[in-house]
C-alpha cells in the first residue's frame, strides 16, 4: 500500500503497550523498532502509548522513541494525558479517575498478608509500603504506612507477592473475587487494579473519539493480560489487536492477530504491514 492509499483513507490510531511490546525488559528499544515507530508517526498516523506504566515513568519512553502524540494514555487507562506546550514535561492531565482503595486493600491483604503494596493517586505520586521495585519508584514516590494507602484516592493499587509462584497467586486472585474494580495480573505476582470499569480500552476509546478516528483504522499491541481489554476493544469492530509473540496463550487468544516477540522487533514487524 502506497503512502497517498494510506492517507486517502485516514489516519491510524496506533496505541503501544510499552514492557515487552516496545521496549526489552531491560529498557532498551530496538533501533529498528525506534525507527519504524517514527516513520508510521510522520507519515500522519496517531502512535501513541498505552501503558500500565505511571506518568513519570511513561513520559521519559516518548523521548526514547522521538515522538510526540496528542494523547498518551497510563496507569491502565485511569490517567489520560494531552500534549501541552506550556506543560513542565509537554503534556498535562486530560482526565483522571480515582477510587477509594480501602475496600479492596483491606479484603486483598487478609489473603496476602506478606505482600507488598502500593497506591498511585491522582497526581502520580507512589506510596508504597516496603521493599518495592525499583523500576517503578520515581522521583514523587515515599515509603508510607499500609493505613496511609487506606486514606488515598487512587488511580491505581499494586500489589507484589514476591513468595507466590504465577499459578499460586491467580489462584488466590480468582478466590477473592473482586468486585467493583477492575484489575489484571502480570507476568509475575503482580497485581494492579484499576477503578471500576477502568482500562486501557476505555482510555483509547476516550482518544480515538477526541481524534475521530473510526474503530476500524485503529491498532493496539501488547503482550500483557492488561492488554486484553484493549484487544477486544480493538477487534470488536474492524481494528487490528496484535499480541506478541511470547505474550501468555490466554492473552493470544483475545487478538486477531500475532506478531514476532520482542526479542524479534515484533512491533517493527507489524507497523511495516502500516
Not at 525507527?35 to 505511571?54: F, I, K, W
Not at 522521538?66 to 509537554?90: F, H, K, M
Request: aromatic share 6%; proline share 4%.
Amino acid at each position: 500500500m502506497s503512502a497517498g492509499s494510506r492517507t486517502s483513507s485516514g489516519p491510524w490510531l496506533v496505541a503501544l503497550d510499552i514492557d515487552g511490546t516496545v521496549l526489552h525488559e531491560d529498557g532498551t528499544l530496538s533501533g529498528v523498532v525506534g525507527a519504524e515507530v517514527r516513520r508510521v508517526a510522520a507519515e500522519g498516523n496517531e502512535v501513541m502509548l498505552a501503558t500500565g506504566r505511571s506518568v513519570a515513568h511513561t513520559l521519559p519512553v516518548l523521548q526514547q522513541l522521538d515522538i510526540v502524540p496528542e494523547y498518551v494514555v497510563c496507569a491502565n487507562g485511569a490517567i489520560t494525558l494531552i500534549r501541552d506546550a506550556t506543560a513542565p514535561l509537554g503534556y498535562r492531565q486530560h482526565h483522571v479517575e480515582t477510587f477509594d482503595p480501602s475496600g479492596v486493600l483491606s479484603r486483598i491483604r487478609t489473603h496476602l498478608a506478606e505482600a507488598v503494596y502500593a497506591v498511585e493517586d491522582a497526581d502520580g505520586r507512589f506510596l508504597y509500603t516496603e521493599s518495592f521495585p525499583d523500576t517503578v519508584l520515581g522521583a514523587s514516590s515515599e515509603q508510607v504506612p499500609f493505613e496511609q494507602l487506606l486514606e488515598t484516592e487512587a488511580t491505581r493499587v499494586v500489589v507484589v507477592s514476591p513468595d507466590h509462584d504465577m499459578e499460586d497467586f491467580l489462584a488466590i486472585v480468582e478466590r477473592m473475587g473482586l468486585h467493583r474494580v477492575s484489575y489484571s495480573i502480570g507476568w509475575t505476582a503482580w497485581l494492579d487494579i484499576a477503578p471500576d470499569g477502568v482500562n486501557k480500552a476505555t482510555g483509547l476509546e476516550r482518544v480515538r473519539e477526541a481524534l475521530g478516528i473510526p474503530r476500524s483504522r485503529v491498532m493496539v499491541v501488547g503482550d500483557g493480560r492488561n492488554d486484553v481489554d484493549m484487544f477486544r476493544w480493538a477487534g470488536a469492530e474492524g481494528g487490528r489487536a496484535v499480541a506478541m509473540a511470547q505474550a501468555p496463550d490466554d492473552v493470544i487468544a483475545e487478538a486477531t492477530e500475532v506478531t514476532a516477540s520482542v526479542h524479534d522487533d515484533g512491533v517493527a514487524a507489524v507497523l511495516a504491514t502500516l
